[in-house]
């Protein structure tokens, strides 16, 4: 099997047939009985994907910006997939690095760190037509910008109307099987204005189905640390959100089966773990949810059959768990919650482990330990379970609740 080089110094393979020499013993190459092609290629899974390093030095492709990282995230996705590993040290992020499908982006963990630019930030000379519209500058005529998505709501110079270079860090469109690892990801929010976390975050997804998000640390971002939107099947584990300007974790837009395992979101500026619209058949389990601005779990429109489990709600600034005033078509229903600590939630007014609100029902509490262990003037978790007058069924089970007030149901029929 002869390699030939070709000019552009790629490496061709050219398969030629030879004779069985006189003598030699005959192998056995016929596949095995469990041998399958893949879906979408003409061979089975190979044991070693391909491989290339990306660094600011002693690497494959050398270089301290986001250009670097994506030429070897791009050089890998075109031979179908792989691994690209980034070296210690801080790139600056001028774009988002943008993931491609099945393509496994690993950093040194607590090492590779990469860092948002400064942003700049402008007023519109004219009406625009976007609203909240994140693209890719693709060119420039003076002061008019070309950018890769049309624009299509209105967005006025009377209303102070900006355009600025707010993206997330790390982004995947349109894709499958990407996989992040052992990443920092910092979004110098001081020098950066806020993006909504439906369209952006420090690692944010869109249609990203079965994506892998493990051992990342997202902090300092203007928006929120984690967010994936009309994502199917992504897994998050072992990853920390701390100290973003929004929310923590962010799964939405109709995002099902997600699952969010042994994650930390603290000191967020508003809840640690916020489930948005249609989040479904989830599980979230053995995360720690502290110390944020608003809840520390937030259940809402249409979030119905999640599993939440073995999580730490504590110590933030409003209810520990907040399922929130929806109309019985919309409300968070047949959502479980088992073995979860609940404490010392509610820090400048009162509040509940766990607050029911609209007209939710066919929730499960079973096993939780509410508590306030605070000095005694100092409790503001006053009440363990209040149920507002709304409410459905909801089914109570060997709760352990330390409170002035254990349960505190408003409903007029129970």
Not at 209 to 218: K, L, M, Y
Not at 251 to 269: L, T, Y
């Amino acid at each position: 099997m002869p390699l030939i080089n070709a000019p552009s110094g790629c490496l061709y393979l050219l398969f030629t047939v030879l004779p069985l020499a006189v003598g030699a013993e005959k192998q056995d190459l016929a596949p095995s009985p469990d041998e399958q092609q893949l879906p979408r290629a003409m061979h089975s899974k190979m044991k070693e994907p391909p491989r290339i390093t990306v660094g600011r030095r002693d690497a494959d492709i050398m270089g301290a910006d986001q250009r670097a990282l994506q030429a070897a995230v791009d050089y890998v996705a075109g031979l179908g997939g792989g691994v690209v590993e980034i070296g210690a040290g801080e790139f600056l992020m001028q774009d988002s690095l943008h993931l491609r499908s099945f393509v496994t982006v690993r950093g040194q963990s607590g090492k590779t760190i990469l860092r948002k630019a400064k942003a700049a930030v402008s007023t519109l000379a004219l009406d625009g037509d976007f609203h909240t519209t994140v693209a890719r500058i693709t060119g420039r005529n003076g002061h008019i910008l070309s950018i890769s998505r049309p624009l299509n709501a209105d967005c006025l110079v009377a209303n102070k109307a900006q355009a600025a270079t707010v993206f997330p860090v790390v982004s995947g469109y349109d894709l499958e099987g990407a996989r992040l690892e052992n990443l920092v990801i910092d979004g110098n929010k001081e020098e950066n204005v806020s993006l909504n976390g439906c369209r952006g975050g420090g690692i944010f997804l869109y249609r990203g189905f079965g994506t892998v998000i493990e051992d990342c640390h997202v902090r300092h971002y203007h928006g929120d640390g984690l967010s994936f939107q009309q994502s199917n099947d992504v897994l998050v584990e072992g990853c920390v959100s701390e100290d973003n300007a929004g929310l923590g974790i962010h799964p939405g837009s109709g995002s099902q089966r997600p699952v969010v395992r042994g994650c930390i979101a603290r000191r967020n500026g508003e809840d640690g773990l916020f489930l948005c619209w249609r989040v479904r058949h989830g599980l979230f389990e053995k995360n720690i949810l502290e110390d944020n601005g608003r809840f520390g779990i937030s259940i809402g429109h249409k979030d119905t059959d999640n599993l939440l489990q073995d999580n730490q709600v504590k110590s933030n600034h409003q209810d520990g768990i907040f399922f929130r005033n929806e109309t019985e078509g919309m409300a968070g229903h047949r959502n479980r919650l088992e073995n979860n600590l609940i404490e010392n939630n509610g820090r400048n007014a009162q509040a509940a482990g766990i607050r029911v609100r609209g007209e939710t029902k066919d929730l499960v509490f079973k096993n939780n330990l509410i508590r306030d262990t605070r000095p005694v003037a100092e409790r503001k978790q006053s009440v363990g379970i209040r149920i507002e007058e709304a409410a459905g069924e909801v089914i109570l089970e060997g709760n352990r609740i330390e409170a002035a007030t254990q349960v505190e149901d408003r409903r007029s029929t129970h």
